[in-house]
Structures are given as C-alpha cells and as structure tokens.
C-alpha cells in the first residue's frame, strides 16, 4: 500500500528479458566442436549480440529508474505525490526499495542468460571432469580448499546485488542533486552522475592501495607471478568494496533525503 | 468551529529583493467559498504552493486547521493544481484506486458516479483523453474527498461553457457548512456569484478582503468590474 | 439554467426578487413548500450562504414562514401576497413610467400609448 510504484514500464522490460532468455537458450546449444569458420563466425556474432542485449538491459533499467523516480518526483505529477499524506522519508524508502528490486531482478536475470549461454552440455562436462585443476589453478589453496564453484557463485551473486542496490541509490542521488540546478535539471543530474561515479572509483582506488593486502601484490607479482592467489585477491576485493559501497550508499541516501526536504521548489 | 485557514505575517522570498508574498495575514472560515483573485505573478500560486506544503515558507505562519503543513494537514486539503499531475499512463479506474489507498476520505461511489454523469470511459487510459475531459476527472477526484479545505487553482479555465457550468454546479454540489473552498481564477464573471468573499492580491500583498454582496451594495458594481479598477495596467 | 443575474447588484437582493416573482406568478401557491436551500442555491447557480440570506430576508418580511422539521413554506395569508402583488405591480410602473419621462412623453401621451398597447393585445 506504501508505495503504488508504476510497474507498467518495467513489465514490458521484463518481457524484453524473458524473451532475451529464451533466445540464449538456443545460443547455448551450439556445439563447439565443431570449429568450421562460419560456425566460429555466428559465434562470435552470438557473444557480441548477447554482450549488447545485456547490457541495454542493464542500462534500461537503471535509466528507467532513475527516470521514474525524477517524473514521479519532480515534474508536473511531483505535485500529486508531494500532496499524498506521506512523508519524503516514505517516499524515498518506498522508491529505493522498488528501484532496489528491479534493480535485483535485472542481475538476476543477467546471471542467469550468462549461465544458460555458458553451460551447455559440452562446457558442463568438460569442467566437472577438470573441476579440482580449475579451481587449484584459480588459487583455491590452503584456507580456501573447500571452496566449490556453487559458494563461489553465490557469494558473486550477492556482491553484485548489493553493487545494484548501490547503483541506484547513486541514480537517485544524482537526480537530487541535478534539482538544485534550477535551470538545468537534467543536465544538473546526467553531471551529478558522473561526478559521483568518478568520486566513487577515485575512492575506491585509494582505499584499496591503503588496505588491500593482495593488490599490493597485484603491482609487486609483476616480478613474481606465482604467489598470486586468484581467489584471494577477489575475496579481499569484495571486502573492501562492499564496506565501500554500503559507506556511500547511506550517505548518499542521507543526501537525498536532505535535498528532499529542503530544496523543494517545484515549478 | 476554528478557521479552517489562517496567516501570520507570511512571507515567501526568493532573494533579498524580490518577495512573492509579503506578510500576508488573513483567516477562511469554514462553509464559505472564497474567490483568491489576483493577476498573474501576484502570489496566489505561491500562496497556495505554501497551504499545501509544496513550499516552505521565508517567514511567518500558516496554519490549517490549526496545525502546520504536514502529514496531517494534506489529509484535510484536497488541491486542484491547474495543470494535468496524474501519470498518463494510467487508467482512469486505476487512479481512482490510488486515490482511495492514499486518502482515508476518498468517496469512490461519488468519483465513479460524477465520472458516470459525465459518461467517461473509467477503463479509458488518461492520454486518450481531451484535454477538457483531464480536467474534469481532476476536479471529481479532488472533489470526490471529505475535505475541509478545497484549493482549485483555475477549476474552470480551458473549458467550455457547458462544462463550466457543471464544474460549477459540482462545487456547489459538494458544498458543505465544515469545509471552506479557496478559488483562484481569472473568470470572475463567470464564477462571481457562487462566491461568498473575495481576496485581491497585489504584488504579494493582500489588498482586498471583503464579502461579494458587500461589495455590490456599497460599491454598486460587480466584482469583476472591481477588479478590473484595483488591478487597472 | 442558472438564473439570470446581473453582477452589480446584491445577488441576495435579486434572489428575493426571483422568488417574490415566483410567488406573485403562481409558480409557488399559497402554503406550498420551498425548497431547500442547497437546491435553490443549485438551480441558481449561487453560493449556498447567499441563498440562505436570501431566504432569512423573505422570512423577515413575512412572505415565507419556517416550519421546525418541514422547512420553508410559502405564507397562506392572501391579504399578505396580494400585498406584494401590488408592491411589485407600483415597482415595474415606477421603472416604466422614469424611462418614459426620459424619453420625454408626456403624462397624457404615456396615457394614450397604454391604452393603445392594452387594445391591441386583446
């Protein structure tokens, strides 16, 4: 009841990704022993089309978002929302969490083309017969002996979720954000995206040379190359990311909150 | 009863040298249609803006029902903006949906009996429909709630006579002793007899607040001809 | 229809005037009931309160009488509304004979002209 969010939009998306499923379907058939040129040839045709479907998808749905909540919001309708007995705090948290949902949706179903594209009879023979090799080559050693590919993906799953949510708590605030340019409000925001994103990757970059132990190895492996731990690496750089991400998320969210209440001037 | 509307001293300045309201003081009694007549850039939409919590004001107070714009407040208000602020996208039975989760006072029996009247199509999408038709679905949700202020910004600009007269005669319909209507528009001919009071605005500021009869009698003219005197270019 | 009303003067004095006229015509008899003030205020097209004023002066003078649970009844007092019959009847005879001054007849020519008028039309 909180929040009658427009699904209208985004169902004729999800439509757009069930078909895409189906198409990868078929994709995944193909079988690569075969390696005559032309075969190689609509191969490669595949991954190139498959690459650009996912990521119109993608973008769709973040910028469908983002949209959304600035129609919703800010233009002509903004003056039935702001006239509904709900509080801007509602209304931020009802649309983060559909946003959020979407947002969860879309990986979801990016994870799972990729797998479909991916494991097709062939491959899935090929990398249960050399499962330990792939994963020992990928640095599952020592502490991290019992990974199996099943953890692995889910913790991979999860990561990227959360980096969702974070992509659209970041929409949300460049939309805010672009308010405050009275003039130019799209402008303000498609700006205040970029800004944000290189902000984010700046920080990200200096805090993962303070405190992330295997990227220090990552620029002196250079001469090594053999103590690199694949899985290691990862591991830690979804530990710093995540804290990261959830960090900038909530002030973030703050942020829009703040422009919310105290910049409303509706035209 | 207390007013249902009242100003102290409001204020709403968009720099140090330009204010489009400056210190307004008034106060709406219930069960009474008040006329907020004004040209355009005098203040009536901010003033507006500022009883329904789209604007914060500079200074000074206004108070609905007593309280301060808030939650509570946009329970008891039902505004007509002038322009169209429904999703277009949406059907017309849907909105009206929206309307009753949002807002405990929403009548669905009166919006779908108006809607009836009217013959509008509630399965119609709203961009299939007139600009004409918008507005009169606009005026019947806003009309359908139990408010104790209605707001109408231009309730009958951009529309034809015929429909005036039944947007009117709907106002007059869902008049009753616990509510006050506030009514910007530039028709005043057209509207001036349903009117109980009339507020002219001028540049920010409040210049006239009187009864309708009262001005009649003692000024012998209408109220548009009033208007057109105070405001004359 | 609403009813015709002319913008500069009191609406309320006009609406007494209308149901004075509805009265005096027959189009309301003696002891029937008026409407409520919501449905006056509705076919006029006016602001209930102004209906209400409207109704109260009525009262005041008598025409209309208030009944506690059955609303506003017209008086059945026949001296009463032939009374203002009459008052109505020297009110348009005043109008007509002013305009008729300004255009500058005299009392004898408004005589003929009348009599004229009131020949013809039988």
Avoid at chain 1, 37 to 44: A, M, N, R, Y
Avoid at chain 2, 31 to 53: A, E, H, V, W
Avoid at chain 3, 100 to 107: A, P, Q, T, V
Wanted: proline share 3%; net charge neutral; hydrophobic share 45%.
């Amino acid at each position: 009841m909180k929040s009658l969010n427009h699904f209208l939009p985004f169902l004729h998306i999800f439509a757009l990704l069930a078909s895409i499923l189906m198409r990868l379907f078929v994709t995944g058939r193909i079988n690569p022993q075969s390696s005559s040129k032309q075969v190689d040839f609509i191969f490669i045709l595949f991954f190139i089309l498959f690459f650009t479907t996912i990521t119109a998808l993608s973008t769709g749905t973040y910028l469908l978002a983002g949209i959304r909540f600035y129609k919703n919001m800010f233009t002509d309708e903004g003056y039935l929302t702001r006239t509904l007995p709900v509080t801007n705090a509602t209304h931020l948290l009802s649309k983060t969490i559909a946003g959020s949902i979407w947002a969860v949706i879309n990986m979801s179903v990016i994870y799972l083309c990729t797998y479909l594209v991916l494991c097709t009879p062939y491959i899935q023979s090929a990398v249960t017969s050399h499962k330990a090799e792939i994963l020992r080559e990928f640095g599952a050693t020592g502490e991290y002996a019992g990974l199996s590919f099943s953890s692995a993906l889910t913790v991979l799953f999860l990561f990227s979720c959360l980096g969702s949510i974070s992509s659209i708590v970041m929409i949300y605030s460049s939309v805010a954000l672009g308010q405050l340019f009275s003039s130019h409000r799209v402008l303000g925001a498609v700006v205040s995206y970029f800004a944000i994103s290189t902000v984010l990757s700046v920080l990200s970059l200096v805090v993962m040379a303070l405190f992330g132990n295997e990227t220090r190895l990552i620029i002196t492996a250079g001469s090594e190359g053999d103590n690199f731990n694949f899985i290691a690496y990862m591991i830690d750089v979804m530990k710093t990311s995540t804290i990261l991400m959830a960090g900038t998320s909530v002030i973030l969210y703050i942020m829009t909150h703040y422009i919310m209440n105290k910049k409303i001037n509706l035209i | 009863m207390n007013p249902i509307l009242e100003c102290y001293g409001l204020t709403k300045s968009y720099n140090k040298i330009y204010s489009a309201l400056n210190n307004l003081n008034l106060s709406l009694e219930r069960g009474q249609i008040i006329g907020l007549l004004g040209p355009n850039g005098s203040g009536k939409t901010t003033f507006i803006k500022l009883i329904n919590d789209v604007l914060v004001p500079t200074s000074g107070e206004i108070r609905i029902n007593g309280m301060a714009p808030g939650v509570e407040t946009k329970k008891i208000v039902s505004y007509l903006p002038e322009r169209t602020y429904l999703d277009e996208t949406m059907r017309v039975k849907e909105i009206i949906t929206y309307f009753s989760d949002f807002y405990d006072n929403f009548s669905s029996e009166r919006a779908y009996r108006m809607l009836d009247d009217l013959q509008i199509d509630t399965n119609a999408r709203l961009k299939t429909l007139s600009k004409g038709t918008k507005e009169k679905v606009q005026l019947i949700l806003v009309m359908s709630r139990d408010a104790g202020l209605y707001v109408l910004d231009e309730p009958i600009g951009g529309v034809d006579p015929a429909s005036r007269d039944y947007i009117l005669s709907t106002i007059l319909n869902n008049y009753n002793e616990d509510a006050a209507i506030l009514i910007s528009t530039h028709l005043i001919h057209d509207i001036e007899n349903i009117l109980d009071r009339v507020l002219f605005i001028k540049q920010g500021q409040l210049v006239l607040n009187a009864a309708v009869d009262e001005i009649r009698t003692e000024q012998g003219k209408s109220v548009d001809t009033l208007f057109r005197e105070v405001f004359r270019c | 229809m609403p009813w015709d009303l002319d913008n500069n003067r009191p609406i309320y004095l006009q609406l007494m005037e209308r149901i004075q006229l509805d009265i005096v015509s027959g189009v309301y008899r003696p002891g029937d009931k008026l409407p409520s003030v919501r449905e006056l205020a509705l076919e006029a097209a006016v602001n209930p309160n102004t209906m209400q004023k409207a109704l109260s002066e009525l009262e005041r003078s008598g025409i209309v009488y208030a009944k506690r649970t059955s609303g506003r009844l017209i008086t059945e007092d026949e001296g009463m509304l032939n009374q203002l019959k009459n008052e109505l009847a020297q009110e348009h005879i005043h109008a007509f004979l002013e305009k008729m001054d300004k255009l500058g007849f005299s009392r004898e020519e408004i005589l003929t002209l009348t009599q004229e008028q009131l020949k013809e039309a039988e």
